[in-house]
């Protein structure tokens, strides 16, 4: 597989049933938007420099595709792992989701190495949140 000489970014793509409220429910958990991806149908939610996450209306989503668009309150379409400097900033966000509207389909775990909780957004897309310690992350052992 050949390398890449560039800086790729990714544009997660998920459909909302809400935009307004859905650009709300992040702005809470003090995530910023990029207002030159930002209309009627779309806002793009900034976790990173290289990282956006396009939040789209259901209708303007299925445009993109021929294939029926799934409901994440029913079935799960995909797990969204974002990481944390540390374990606090874990609790931090998760709470502040939870306070905004989110549920938690999972309760905390300590592997020791990592830290992991979580939060269903208001559209039931799962948010895995956590944090590993690289010291101890060599310690581990190997997943199987």
């Not at 779309?42 to 396009?54: E, N």
């Amino acid at each position: 597989m050949a390398q890449t000489t560039f800086s790729r970014q990714l544009f997660v793509n998920l459909p909302v049933s809400d935009l307004n409220r859905t650009v709300d429910f992040f702005a809470a958990l003090g995530f910023a938007f990029n207002p030159q991806f930002t209309d009627d149908n779309a806002a793009c939610l900034v976790v990173s420099g290289q990282i956006q996450v396009m939040l789209l209306t259901r209708p303007f989503f299925a445009g993109f595709t021929k294939k029926p668009v799934a409901d994440a309150r029913a079935a799960t379409e995909v797990l969204l792992a974002l990481s944390c400097e540390t374990r606090d900033e874990v609790d931090a966000l998760v709470a502040k989701a939870v306070a905004a509207g989110a549920t938690t389909p999972i309760d905390a775990k300590d592997h020791g190495f990592m830290y992991q909780h979580g939060f269903e957004d208001l559209d039931g897309h799962q948010w895995e949140v956590f944090w590993m310690d690289e010291a101890a992350m060599s310690e581990a052992p190997p997943a199987p």
